[in-house]
């Protein structure tokens, strides 16, 4: 059963830190690419960063130097460290394979986890 659980979001002022992650069951993590996306109200959802398996990461230009993704993969978990945090940053943060995982021919996603930024 596949399964993608994030956490660490929260309510935090601008200027500030959060590290979210991303704990994956049901796929085979190692050579996936892992991909944080994020929604925020009555917008699309956008890719935030991505990490190959060999630890090759790409950023949104809205987001590069703030944020940091990582992996690992003994813990099938995948990271995103975020600093210096702006209103802008406030939305539901996801992760994902790239290409999304599909499940009876539709992307599956996990709950997310709500990120809040206050100016």
């Known amino acids: 059963q596949v399964q993608l659980v994030e956490s660490g979001g929260g309510l935090v002022q601008a200027g500030g830190s959060l590290r979210l992650s991303c704990a994956a069951s049901?796929?085979?993590?190692?050579?996936?690419?892992m991909v944080w996306y994020r929604q925020a109200p009555g917008k699309q959802r956008e890719l935030v960063a991505r990490?190959?398996?060999?630890?090759?990461?790409d950023y949104a230009v809205s987001v590069k130097d703030r944020f940091t993704i990582s992996r690992d993969n003994a813990k099938n978990t995948v990271y995103l460290q975020m600093n210096s945090l702006k209103s802008e940053d406030t939305a539901v943060y996801y992760c994902?394979?790239?290409?999304?995982?599909?499940?009876?021919?539709?992307?599956?996603w996990g709950q997310g986890t709500q990120v809040t930024v206050s100016s």
């Open positions: 994902n394979e790239d290409p999304p995982v599909r499940l009876r021919g539709y992307d599956y």
């Open positions: 049901g796929i085979i993590f190692s050579p996936s690419v």
């Open positions: 990490i190959t398996s060999g630890g090759r990461t």
